[in-house]
């Protein structure tokens, strides 16, 4: 069988984007335990659907939605599919803090936006990047946006919220 590295199979050509989407502020843990019925507070929605407009207004769109059932992460989800991120919401049990995110990003295609929680994004990101977990810190309402092409991984953007935000008024 001849080797040929420039025919690449149609396998090898596909292109995922991948936006890994911190929840915004949350109401604050009872008693240093984390629940998933925490709320976003006012200024973690206020916050959220800030850089949603700004995002979407900037051309960032994706085809999935995917989001966290913890309720911070699903109105995080709202908030996006409000602001016209995307077309639709799916939820996923392995956005859950402690779930098995990589096992998520590898069934995808397309251009795809999760939204879960820390440390599990950025560990994710770090892990597909090959650099060491705790070097891509992610705020909440903050997003990683990367892409796979030929099964390479590169960082498109590491983005703050206060980037993206008005600070004008």
Do not use: F, N
Not at 75 to 80: F, G, R, Y
């Amino acid at each position: 069988k001849i080797s040929r590295p420039w025919c690449r199979s149609m396998a090898d050509s596909i292109s995922v984007e991948l936006v890994l989407l911190r929840h915004g502020i949350a109401v604050e843990r009872v008693s240093g335990r984390d629940h998933p019925d925490r709320a976003l507070t006012d200024l973690g929605r206020s916050r959220c659907k800030s850089v949603m407009d700004a995002l979407v207004q900037r051309g960032l769109g994706v085809d999935q939605l995917i989001s966290s059932p913890y309720r911070r992460a699903l109105e995080t989800a709202q908030i996006a599919l409000e602001a016209g991120l995307a077309p639709k919401l799916r939820i996923e049990q392995c956005l859950q803090p402690g779930g098995d995110l990589l096992a998520l990003i590898e069934a995808l295609d397309g251009r795809v936006c999760l939204v879960g929680h820390e440390p599990d994004l950025s560990a994710a990101a770090c892990r597909l990047l090959d650099l060491l977990p705790g070097q891509m810190p992610l705020k909440k309402a903050g997003l990683i946006h990367l892409q796979q092409s030929a099964g390479v991984w590169i960082l498109r953007a590491l983005l703050r919220p206060r980037l993206l935000l008005d600070t004008s008024a």
